[in-house]
Nanobody
Framework: QVRVVESGGGLVQAGGSLRLSCAAS????????MSWYRQAPGKQRDLVAS???????YYADSVKGRFIISRGNAKNTVYLQMDSLKPEDTAHYYC?????????WGQGTQVTVSS
């Protein structure tokens, strides 16, 4: 059984910062990629950032220069540092772990940015 747990969401004013954390545990091996997605009400789930290996990263254009994805020291952990937050960043944020054959998802954490 695989468990993916996110934390760190909350309510913040525009211009503020939040740091999301994600940990994948259980029978999950050889995690190649870990990613953050987000989904706002009535919209599709979009990729925000991903990390392959230790340092190869991808960012959606909408978050470049504001968000940083990084690996944690513990195995299969990942962080998303979010700075200069905007109201349009408001969404439910999900962590996904890819082990080469399947994605494993967490329940997500809510991020709300007030104007």
């Amino acid at each position: 059984q695989v468990r993916v747990v996110e934390s760190g969401g909350g309510l913040v004013q525009a211009g503020g910062s939040l740091r999301l954390s994600c940990a994948a545990s259980g029978s999950i091996f050889n995690v190649d990629d870990m990613s953050w997605y987000r989904q706002a009400p009535g919209k599709q789930r979009d990729l925000v950032a991903s990390i392959h290996g230790e340092s190869s990263t991808y960012y959606a254009d909408s978050v470049k220069g504001r968000f940083i994805i990084s690996r944690g020291n513990a195995k299969n952990t990942v962080y998303l540092q979010m700075d200069s937050l905007k109201p349009e960043d408001t969404a439910h944020y999900y962590c996904a772990a890819w082990n080469g054959s399947a994605y494993y998802w967490g329940q997500g954490t809510q991020v709300t940015v007030s104007s």
